[in-house]
């Protein structure tokens, strides 16, 4: 639910305007845009409501890229903050082992073995969130293009009442006609 949180977030939103060149401003894109997140997938739906399909896709596109490009920035930025924190540990452990004395005592030994482990392991883990940053980014594997549907999916209320006013009528001459013959 958090990422459906993202993708109407105003930052996505303002990208997404950006990307469709300013036709569609960003106010527009917010009150017609929905995302829920599946129970049972990851996977979040995006989907907008416009006079025009055609809108209406282009606007479902353009949040899913700039959904993306966001998520995609939140990740790094992310990364390069836990790597920023990992470095100043790394220095500090780097001062320590400067700290301890050139001596061969086995007191100093042990503690310079310690500290070169500690150094090791958050080096690693530097380029353990560097390289997960940079293989999976923002774990998006698939994004569906929308497509304006050929046909309309529901037919408007004012069509649908004429429609039915005159299957209606038709049905009411049929009924006169039949008891006139009937009844005289």
């Known amino acids: 639910s958090s990422q459906a949180q993202v993708v109407t977030s105003p930052e996505v939103l303002t990208r997404a305007s950006e990307l469709l060149r300013g036709r569609v401003p960003r106010a527009q894109i917010r009150q017609s845009i929905a995302a829920q997140s599946s129970t049972k997938l990851f996977e979040v739906g995006v989907s907008a409501r416009t006079g025009d399909p055609r809108t209406a896709a282009d606007i479902v596109n353009a949040v899913a890229k700039a959904y993306e490009e966001?998520?995609?920035?939140?990740?790094?930025?992310?990364?390069?903050?836990?790597?920023?924190?990992?470095?100043?540990?790394?220095?500090?452990?780097?001062?320590?082992?400067?700290?301890?004395?050139?001596?061969?005592?086995?007191?100093?030994?042990?503690?310079?073995?310690?500290?070169?482990?500690?150094?090791?392991?958050?080096?690693?883990?530097?380029?353990?969130i560097q390289a997960d940053a940079n293989k999976f980014g923002a774990g998006i594997e698939r994004v569906d293009e929308a497509r304006a549907p050929e046909f309309p999916i529901s037919d408007p209320p004012r069509r649908r009442a004429v429609i039915f006013g005159v299957l209606g009528f038709i049905a009411a001459l049929v009924l006169a006609f039949w008891r006139g013959e009937r009844v005289r």
Request: negative net charge; without cysteine; charged residues 25%.
């Open 70 to 128: 966001v998520a995609n920035k939140r990740v790094k930025q992310d990364a390069a903050e836990s790597i920023a924190t990992l470095q100043k540990v790394e220095a500090q452990l780097t001062a320590r082992l400067d700290e301890l004395p050139d001596g061969e005592s086995p007191a100093a030994e042990a503690a310079r073995a310690a500290i070169s482990g500690q150094l090791a392991a958050v080096q690693a883990k530097q380029g353990q």
